[in-house]
């Protein structure tokens, strides 16, 4: 069993609030993350995917297709764009990392099954302070 | 002559745009930078400021003093706030690095000399790829 | 489950060496990092911890309060000291990484459990090339 | 139980080809990494090895001696060479980094196991967005 | 006058020899840079350019015509390249850094001017350890 | 002209405070800097040399004696010490970033001019957060 991880990064709007409380309330559980006029990041995202190593290429994925498959269904949906409003696999959910980080799990696990590797993490970069990691 | 550099960071929402025009042709000039709907970065902003050591000291600023008047003058009117909206220094203009820049110097340099140094230069980065330097 | 990681860093003095050995034994177990006069480093410190997303906020613990706490416990304790000398639960301890690893789990683990979380890792780097990780 | 990381890094060339097939076939497999004049990268090796703290001396390994057995088991055969045709450990393997880790992983384990060590990661970053990691 | 600087990367193979001489007198002057089989690197390009900004947008120059006229001049010629053997404008000069970075300015300096800007700066990083900088 | 810069890396141990000051002043001038029971850092320094290309070897200076010179001047006489009382260039000098520059331009100059290059810039980087540069 071996483990490839690639990287990617997308730039994004986003505001921390919980519908049906006001900004004020909002404030006290999320503090300056629950700016109305929303704040931004440069996320780093890593995903790590595992399998076996087919011995005729010494590959176990690609990491070209993998980079593609990141970009389809998550990065092109993120970057440059307002989480909050605009990504639809975040509609409804409260735009925390931990919330993303699970959002992104669910967008990627399939694709990456139809490619016969197993998805082990996502991993995401909010800061160079702070991240967070899921692993299903 | 020596020379400080002090780092620190701040996350903002922008978005570019040029007043007067449409979306359409703020796409053509800004690309996905001008998306209505906000995006953001996380800004990693380094003040260089120039002098004289101290020979009592051994110091020519304290880094303390330096981080003091860049926290209030600047980051605090940036982090987790709308660049376009929010930022009193940035009204009016649109919000490239660029003019974020220059605008970051206006707000510096009277209060830098005010301590007898001489802001050298500022620098931001808005990702790993692209940075933009100033110097008066 | 989802394990959320805090960064934090202090810059400390320390020396290695086994109480009732010379200087010259000493040497001969730790080479230079036994050098009797200190020396120091910018440790970096990335604590873990796990736990489940809470849905009415979409966090598993707040950032911030897991900030407070490590700096609170660990980071006032050891930032710009002699580890040796003045840090209460490195008495009595020989001021390797490994041990001091251990000892900032032993803070840790209790007050953050009291928060409602787990603490799954503390990994502490001492140079761009070294580092130790525990998991209890 | 405690992990220690050691980081090292080489610098090398190689070229990615299955024998038998024609530089055409490799090319679809494997892009332009199959280049036939080869290409090269700084590779960055963490090898993470655990065990117990040894009361004595608060040491579980010695972090000089860890990486002593690095380089000369991997580095000095990678280092500034042709991975394909003089690193001895790769010979008729095709140098993808999922061999490669492999490979470091069998020469590491029983000289660190002598040390009254086990071999816990070998993880190989080709660059900074791509790094395989192997677990035995 | 303000300053943008882009960061690219490129993956190439090389190696440093004086023709005329044996291999035993380029190991001499070049060390193990000089191996015949070649040894390679992942190299990062900063350039950085000149200029004013335009009041109308904010914008002195566009960041991503940058990023397209250094990888249709630079990157696409070195990036899983042999740089001694397969890339136009090292033709017969030595491969070392130096020489690389004079011949990337003389890439870039016209069709940068074509875009009415000035290039300031060619930084080369061969590794985190050595960079050159070529300012004309 | 062309620059070439190289970069080391040096843990030391320090306290900057004024003689014939009580802790208690000094405390006032440098804050925690000042503790009398020592604190430290992972220095990172960045020497830039200049001159011109060889045309015979395509070098200007080789980089390994560059990094020679550094760390017999230098890096020995810091790395693992402890600066205030261990370091011969620093007697007598308040053990500030600055003076550091300065002292550690003077120790390297002459030896550079003897190898026929130009001393450019002396770089301290303290914490990821403040620099020093020193250019004579």
């Given at each position: 069993m071996i483990y490839l991880t690639r990287r990617e990064r997308f730039s994004a709007a986003h505001r921390m609030f919980r519908p049906g409380l006001s900004d004020e309330d909002n404030l006290k559980i999320y503090g300056k993350c629950s700016n109305p006029n929303w704040h931004g990041h440069n996320y780093v995202l890593k995903v790590t995917v595992r399998g076996e190593i087919d011995p005729d290429t010494g590959?176990?994925?690609?990491a070209t297709r993998l980079k593609e498959i990141i970009n389809e269904r998550v990065i092109e949906k993120l970057d440059h764009r307002n989480m909050n409003t605009e990504t639809d696999f975040m509609?409804?959910?409260?735009?925390t990392t931990e919330n993303l980080a699970v959002a992104v799990w669910d967008e990627l696990k399939g694709p990456l099954e139809a490619e016969g590797v197993t998805l082990h993490c996502v991993r995401i970069e909010e800061t160079e302070n702070n991240f967070i990691e899921y692993y299903g």
């Open positions: 590959y176990f994925m690609n509609a409804g959910k409260i735009a």
